[in-house]
């Protein structure tokens, strides 16, 4: 019995490495921001023609959020998120979460900062969706934030006139701080002093 022959699959050559991609993109991105990188140039840092980036990601934009979701997973971009996982108290928590952030923030083997902070500070208005998406992003972490402590204030960790969200609130704005202070320059010590003073604010009960 005569068979069709079958049509050949299109799809992406042997060599591409989708995590090797994204790694390269998320570096550009995160070094640029995102208004400041052309399709061309991440084309050329991740070793794949248009029409492969096209195939694999869709468009810059959906690349983008892929980006951000591999900086999420990865050490540098997980610290916090694993920090409220692991730790067993809210103080530890925090207290992790800003002294890792002074350490990873400057730290030469990567751009300096946040990738999720700073990368889209400035957009077009019509690139303003990736704007909101990271907006969006970050207000869901510092909801995290506010979960956290206030599991801590039913355990007794906080004072009751503790309000959670507003402590939130403040440790969202210091590790924003040290990320674009770390973009200006600033050394890991000082990310580090500055990080143990904003602890030294934790609300404790008056004796």
Same mark, same amino acid.
């Given at each position: 019995m005569w068979r069709m022959a079958e049509t050949p699959k299109r799809g992406r050559p042997r060599s591409f490495d989708r995590a090797a991609a994204l790694t390269a993109a998320t570096r550009l991105f995160w070094e640029r921001g995102y208004e400041g990188v052309c399709i061309g140039e991440l084309t050329d840092a991740m070793g794949i023609r248009s029409g492969s980036l096209y195939a694999a990601f869709g468009d810059k934009k959906s690349l983008f959020e892929e980006v951000v979701s591999h900086y999420g997973q990865s050490p540098v971009g997980d610290f916090a998120a694993a920090a409220l996982r692991e730790e067993p108290t809210a103080y530890g928590? #925090?207290?992790?979460?800003?002294?890792?952030?002074?350490?990873?923030? $400057?730290?030469?083997?990567?751009?300096?900062?946040?990738?999720?902070?700073?990368?889209?500070?400035? !957009?077009?208005? @019509?690139?303003?969706? !990736?704007?909101? #998406?990271?907006?969006?992003? %970050?207000?869901?972490? !510092?909801?995290? #934030?506010?979960? %956290?402590? %206030?599991?801590? @204030?039913?355990?007794?960790?906080? $004072?009751?006139?503790?309000?959670?969200? =507003?402590? =939130?609130?403040? #440790?969202?704005? !210091?590790? @924003?701080?040290?990320? @674009?202070?770390?973009?200006?320059?600033?050394?890991?010590?000082?990310?580090?002093?500055?990080?143990e003073l904003a602890l030294s604010a934790w609300p404790t009960t008056p004796r």
């Open positions: 928590a #925090f207290a992790r979460i800003l002294r890792e952030a002074a350490a990873i923030y $400057p730290d030469p083997a990567h751009p300096a900062g946040c990738l999720a902070i700073s990368a889209a500070t400035n !957009v077009t208005r @019509q690139d303003a969706g !990736v704007r909101a #998406f990271l907006r969006d992003l %970050r207000n869901k972490n !510092v909801d995290e #934030f506010e979960t %956290r402590l %206030r599991e801590a @204030q039913r355990a007794g960790e906080l $004072p009751a006139e503790t309000s959670p969200r =507003a402590l =939130a609130d403040y #440790f969202a704005t !210091v590790l @924003q701080g040290l990320s @674009q202070r770390a973009q200006d320059g600033a050394t890991a010590n000082q990310l580090a002093a500055a990080a």
